[in-house]
């Protein structure tokens, strides 16, 4: 979503006249050291590192534009002032994942049956889960080598974290060295947390000291992490739960709850509550009694987490998308506050919806500060929901009113309720922009032929005229899933846009060294570094590539599944140019792809269609060369075949077949045609395996498919 608002719209710095510099030069000087104030002394920050960077990019821009107006105060003049990067990165030996949620009873049943049904459990056999709570702190990974604590680091994006290993060691909980006989290697995982006790006194004699509180024990917890000084983070007193590990170089148990246990022999305090469950129905038992402690228990806990007890079914049920098969958090209810809602504002987003946000006076809401809550819509905002239906009673939201908040699990907090009686007299029902904030161009409601009705987004038909879509697109071309460039991330991005370094995606590959030179930040190596990073971007998988294009509907999977089958970039042009052109084929033959329907062959044919789209591919195919998708797992011997699986499996469900095939880089199809390589039968196979005689297809049966993949 766009961070860019309405009413800090800006002014290109070529357009700014020398009287509007100096006054924007000195609000800058001011609002940057104010930043930094808050986040060097109190580690209270108060805007993202991506919002902080940005003021200094524009600091440095105009500063560049005029060089005679740079203050003796200016923010570029001091040192060391960059929050972002400080600690060395340090990449994880096994991924640090994070878990998906389950927020009530139904929820956490669907989890158990999906597990049994992917493991194929025959009905009376148990399924252990461990039940533990899930400790509201950071996770943070501790290497031990010989025995002895070597490196720390936080969770960082899951693959990448900071080294805080020095700030880790202030911790008493945790141990410096474990105990003779420990594996080689031990990667233990846990959450670093501060109890309430500890917060209140911190509190009281911060209150004294600066008259400034913490806001709650997670992000004070989070801030003492990050502080460069360690004897810092020791005044912060912090403690240490293990309730997981990474690399180990032998594994010492074969359960979940066996290896915590070992962990606490090992000198790392575990959660006493931890048990291990048989039923859903005690489960669930274990999540009302932890609900019913969570006062009590002297740390926050935000729900609990269960586990697939046995380590060999934790490994077969694998990962889907950084999140494990085998485990889950069930969440405490939502928790509700009220406040006001001070002001609308409309952001628009890569695809020019216009979403309206809710400026709220801030708020606490189960620990975190609100400020924030997308109204999605302006029907939403009237108090009617995507079906017609109405919301809130159908209570309209208006700028002034007195509102609840609520946050469940990680999801954007939402406006449940409006109460009428402390609506301000005067207050104004809000009349939704229908012109675009950024651009100024019509902002519509397409009708939607699929409900017959008007869509409920707003959206801008500026297109590439409109600036938020384009740094929102420009963005996305550069995300982690797609071209990913190292030193050009979204900030980046969005500070060369607006001082015209890059309007278009192609124009990032004719970026010259001369072109960055002088910029805040950016010194020769720096400059060397981002050069070469994006020569290394002009190979790119067709898969990325066509992720990156940011055509409506085509993620991550949906561009897989195009590269897949058209296995390069001009065989998808061709096809999808013809079918913008009215070739019925053309369109079938997108539409028919295993896994794409009918709503992602028209948006790829949309794209495709447009001029000024087919200009800039011709720009970019000039700078870039899409690859060959990669094989998932590129020597396995079925990297790269279609296989169709067929009949009853019995050392695997279907599921985990599939899986397993797509880990290693096949294709997994339903039906058996010209294309399939190979089909794995099982007993009781019927008409595929007839059609893949006929077709010459090589059959297997599923005891050699795991001979061949070495299962
Ligand atoms: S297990 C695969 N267990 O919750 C293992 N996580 O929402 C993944 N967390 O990033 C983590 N208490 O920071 C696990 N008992 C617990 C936890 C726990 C807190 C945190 C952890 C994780 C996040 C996921």
Redesign the pocket.
Known sequence: MAKRRSKDKVKAVDDLTENEAVAELARLAEEIAAHDQRYYQEDRPSVSDADYDALRQRNAAIEAHFPHLVRADSPSKRVGAKPSGRFKKVRHAVP????GNAFNEANVSDFVARVRRFLKLPEDEGLALTA????DG??ASLRYESGVLVQGAT?GDGTEGEDVTANLRTIGDIPERLPKGVPDIVEVRG?VYMTHADFAALNAREAERSGRTFVNPRNTAAGALRQLDPAITAERPLHFFA??WGEMSVMPAETQFEMVQRLGAWGFPI?PRMRRCMSVEELIAFHSETEEARASLGYDIDGV?YKVDRLDLQERLGIVSRE?RW?V?HKFAAEKATTVLEAIEIQVGRTGALTPVAKLRPVTVGGVVVQNASLHNEDYIKGIGNDGEPIRDGKDVRAGDTVIVQRAGDVIPQIVDVILDKRPRGAKRYVFPQKCPECGSDAVREHNPKTGREDSVRRCTGGLICPAQAVERLRYFVGRDTFDIEGLGAKQVEAFYRDSLIKHPSDIFRLKAEMLEGREGYKETSIGNLIRAIEERRQIELNRFIHALGIRHIGEINARLLARHFGSFEALRAAATRAAAGDEDALAEIDGIDGVGPVVAEAVTQFFGEAHNQEELDRLLDEVTPTPMEAVAGDSPVAGKTVVFTGSLERMTRDEAKAMAERLGAKVSGSVSAKTDLVVAGPGAGSKLKKAGELGVEVIDEDAWFERVGG
Request: hydrophobic letters at 45%; aromatic letters at 6%; zero cysteines.
């Open positions: 640090m994942l994070s878990l533990e709570p899930k400790i950071l996770s969770r959450e309730y997981a959660d987490v494990p485990a958090a």
